[in-house]
């Protein structure tokens, strides 16, 4: 089993919708969270952390941490052709990140 | 500007040769890794280190060698031990304070492409 699981997609979302990107994790230990964007080409640029289960607020973003459940889920409001990009879940392992495989997320006008 | 650079943008291997990729951080972080990312996939860690002279073995270190002699600098070199290295190869930072379960947030390079000729 992979430590971090994301659906690699891609999630086809109209622009103005609501994207919603799931993430589940297997150490029962973590206890941070991270969401990074990717555009095609370029390095992971950090969207989100969140430590804490509820949810976490930034902008257009939320981040959801159920550490019962062991799933943290981005959601993406008013979508936009920008966010187009791949969307990187990480998540601790020991002392070190371990992240998921991504979710390509296709903002179609 | 504080931040990661890496370099160069593109690297080309001849077969049989050690190639080496430079990152330097002026970010004042202890900790700094190294990513390889093939086409498609997420980030599989090489390399990574928390303290000046040390570092240890990430998941697929085999074929990779570093150094942390300053820190500031940590440079991964590809050797020819590395039999399938055309991917893309990411640099990055953090601060050392996570106990517990607990990581803090790494910032990333632009990153290196590398290709065999």
């Known amino acids: 089993q992979k430590e971090v699981e994301q659906n690699s997609g891609p999630l086809s979302v109209p622009e103005g919708a609501i994207a919603s990107l799931n993430c589940t994790y297997s150490d029962r230990g973590s206890q941070s969270f991270f969401w990074y964007r990717q555009y095609s080409g370029k390095s992971p640029e950090l969207i989100m952390f969140?430590?804490?289960?509820g949810d976490k607020e930034d902008g257009r973003f939320t981040a959801q941490l159920n550490k019962a459940s062991q799933y943290v889920s981005l959601l993406i409001r008013d979508s936009q052709p920008s966010d187009s990009a791949t969307y990187l879940c990480a998540a601790p392992a020991g002392n070190k990140l371990t992240f998921g495989g991504g979710t390509r997320v296709l903002v179609k006008p | 500007d504080g931040g990661i650079t890496q370099s160069p943008k593109y690297l080309f291997r001849k077969e049989g040769q050690n190639v080496t990729l430079s990152c330097e951080q002026n970010l004042n972080h202890d900790a700094m890794y190294w990513y390889r990312q093939d086409p498609g996939q997420g980030l599989r860690l090489i390399y990574y280190?928390?303290?000046?002279?040390?570092?240890q073995k990430g998941d697929i270190a085999e074929g990779y060698s570093v150094s942390r002699e300053k820190k500031e600098s940590f440079p991964l070199t590809v050797t020819s031990a590395q039999k399938n290295p055309t991917a893309f190869y990411l640099c990055a930072s953090s601060i050392v304070d996570g106990a517990g379960g607990y990581q803090e947030t790494q910032y990333f390079g632009p990153g290196t492409r590398l290709l065999v000729l």
């Open positions: 280190s928390q303290i000046v002279n040390d570092f």
């Open positions: 969140i430590y804490s289960n």
